[in-house]
């Protein structure tokens, strides 16, 4: 029963996520900077399958290979997608033009999102790596 009603809560909060990625229009946006369009399906199928995934490991314990490697992995992944998250609530809510106009930044505003986007990724790497490792 435990585990029934974690895998509907987990299903609920996941939906929840979901539709704000999708408000957000993450999806579409990195198929138009990627250039891959024709491939919207499989972006939207992997982060269903992601969500699921998540839910399944997240309550059951299930013995995984590759021990560490698929650990860094994970953090790599889930490093990438906070900043992509973090970036793009950021554009929708304006931050980053306002910014970039109060401290009067011409040149250089490319290397400023990566930054804070590579941040993101290095600090969920090192939280993965030596937190959840023990």
């Not at 993101?120 to 937190?131: C, L």
């Amino acid at each position: 029963m435990l585990g029934f009603l974690g895998l509907a809560g987990g299903f609920a909060i996941s939906g929840a996520v979901f539709a704000f990625v999708i408000s957000l229009g993450m999806i579409p946006r990195f198929a138009a900077k990627s250039r891959t369009n024709s491939h919207i399906l499989t972006y939207e199928n992997a982060i269903f399958l992601g969500g699921v995934c998540g839910n399944l490991i997240s309550i059951f314990e299930f013995p995984l290979p590759l021990g560490r490697t698929l650990l860094y992995i994970f953090g790599l992944s889930a490093g990438i997608y906070t900043g992509c998250l973090a970036v793009a609530l950021a554009e929708i809510l304006n931050t980053f033009p306002i910014m970039f106009r109060r401290t009067k930044m011409k040149e250089g505003q490319n290397w400023v999102l990566v930054a804070m986007a590579l941040g993101k990724m290095a600090g969920a790497f090192y939280f993965y790596a030596n937190h959840m490792a023990k």
